[in-house]
């Protein structure tokens, strides 16, 4: 039970840096002259655009404006937001069984 609610912290954890990625990745594609050969910033780009690329496909341009990435930190909230319903009485249970027990 114990192993189970740390997982669920490590998962909702590693989706809170990975949307931080996704804003940086979001925010810097507003700049187009950046030189995205740059390992930094191709790093970032491979680790985040295949979840956007999902999106892409989904949503056409509104004026030239790509709002795909909306509908990916949509998605992205609600998957951290259910793991961290899950995970909340798996902790609360492990917590009292250790109160009990130890």
Known sequence: ?????????????????FSLLLLVRVLLSWFPTLPWENPVLATLASVTDPYL??????IPLIGGLDISPILAFLSLSLVSTLLRA???PLL????YARYMVG
């Open 92 to 95: 609360a249970n492990a917590s």
């Open 1 to 17: 039970m114990l192993v189970a609610a740390l997982l669920d912290i490590v998962v909702v954890k590693t989706l809170s840096i």
């Open 53 to 58: 690329n999902l999106f892409r496909g989904l």
């Open 86 to 88: 899950l995970s909340d």
